[in-house]
Each structure stands twice: as C-alpha cells, then as structure tokens.
C-alpha cells in the first residue's frame, strides 16, 4: 500500500531554514511527481510546488520562489522539500503528496504531516 | 491563478440532516478538474470526490459531487456524526492548483 513518512517536527528561529523529507513506498517513487502542500494553524491549504523524482525537475509556487528547494534521494525514495529565510509566518503543518494518482492532479495519498514552527 | 470561494464558512447542522456545500471558482475550471476534500482535526486531509462528481476509493455514497465550469457542489445526504469536519474545495485544472478557504460542518 501507498506510504509518505515525513520526517518529525522542527523549530527554528527567524532567518534559519528547515528540510522536511518524505519517504515513500508501495509504488514507484519515479515513477510519478511529488508535490507539497502547507497549512497555517487553523487556516487552509496552500500548494508549494512539486518535483519530478526522475529527472529532479520542479515547479514552485510564485510565493515561494527564491527561497524553496525541492530535491530528491532515488536511491531511498525519498523526496525533500526545504524553505529558506524562514519567517514567523512559516509556521505550519507541510505535507508531502504522492502515489500513482498524482498525474490526474487530485491529491489521494497525503503524509502524515510536519509542523515547522519558526519563533524566536 | 483560480481563486476557489467557498460558501458558507461555517454550516450548523444536527446528525441525519442534508448538507449542502458551495465552491464557486474565479473562471472556469477545465474539464471539471475539481476536488473534495475532508479534514479532521489533527489529521491530514482525505480525498473524497475528485472529477467534480467521482468518489473516492472507499468513500461512502452519502456523498456527492455536482458542478462544472465555475459553480460545483459537495452533498452530504444525511449527516453521519463522523462527517462532522472542515471540507476544501481544490481545482487541479490549470497551474498553479490552488484551494478553497474551507467550509467547516459542525453539530448544531
């Protein structure tokens, strides 16, 4: 069956970055791209951007970009997302999405999630 | 990019009533390229309806999806006490994907 393990929650102070990683099994991890999504305590949901595990090609949210770095292990199946410059307003829950569906564009298999919270 | 509005913001409903779900998009969604999600507290969200009107593997058939270009709808036929929960809106039509701000069902 399809997993996404994320890695554990982080705290950071202003200015620091985080890598958050997402290890997938029961498919392919080259098979299909990798996106992430975070969510602001008690507010929605907001797409970062993806990666295409094979080729390492991404696409990032206008938001994001300058400071967002999506890589990949293939050898352990293993996707990474790091933010950068992080600010108090980074604090969030991010999750990683991914599975053999991930192509059509709905999100149906989700990590279990990890808070970043980002305080002085 | 597509802004997703949901309606209404907070639904008050008893167990075994209708709920009825808006998400209203800025333009048009591409072949109904439209998701629903539902979240529980502490808890990733879970695919329920994708295509517009498709459930999910495993979802259970008091839910529905309808809609296409800009007005789409979530039904939840009769409230079971496990759908009470915040639900998102999301169209995977046209880059950057992008979400509804959330319609969240509570116990009146």
């Known amino acids: 069956q399809v997993q996404l393990v994320q890695s554990g929650a982080e705290v950071k102070k202003p200015g620091a970055s985080v890598k958050v990683s997402c290890k997938a099994s029961?498919?392919?991890?080259?098979?299909?791209?990798m996106h992430w999504v975070r969510q602001v305590p008690g507010q929605g949901l907001e797409w970062m951007g993806w990666?295409?595990?094979?080729?390492?090609?991404?696409d990032y949210a206008q938001k994001f970009q300058g400071r967002i770095a999506m890589t990949r292990d293939t050898s352990i199946s293993t996707a990474y997302m790091e933010l950068s410059s992080l600010r108090s307003d980074d604090t969030a829950v991010y999750y990683c999405?991914?599975?053999?569906?991930?192509?059509?564009?709905?999100?149906?298999?989700w990590g279990q999630g990890t808070l970043v919270t980002v305080s002085s | 990019e597509i802004v997703l509005t949901q309606s209404p913001g907070t639904l008050s409903l008893s167990p075994g009533e209708r709920a009825t779900l808006s998400c209203r998009a800025s333009q048009s969604v591409s072949s109904s390229s439209l998701a629903w999600y539902q979240q529980k507290p502490g808890q990733a969200p879970r695919l329920l309806i994708y295509g517009a009107s498709s459930r999910a593997t495993g979802i259970p058939d008091r839910f529905s999806g309808s809609g296409s270009g800009t007005d789409f709808t979530l039904t939840i036929s009769g409230l079971e006490p496990e759908d009470f929960a915040v639900y998102y809106c999301q169209q995977y039509g046209t880059s950057p994907r992008t979400f509804g701000q959330g319609t969240k069902v509570e116990i009146k």
């Open positions: 999405l991914g599975g053999p569906n991930i192509g059509r564009g709905y999100f149906d298999y």
């Open positions: 990666i295409n595990p094979n080729s390492g090609g991404t």
């Open positions: 029961g498919y392919t991890f080259t098979g299909y791209y």
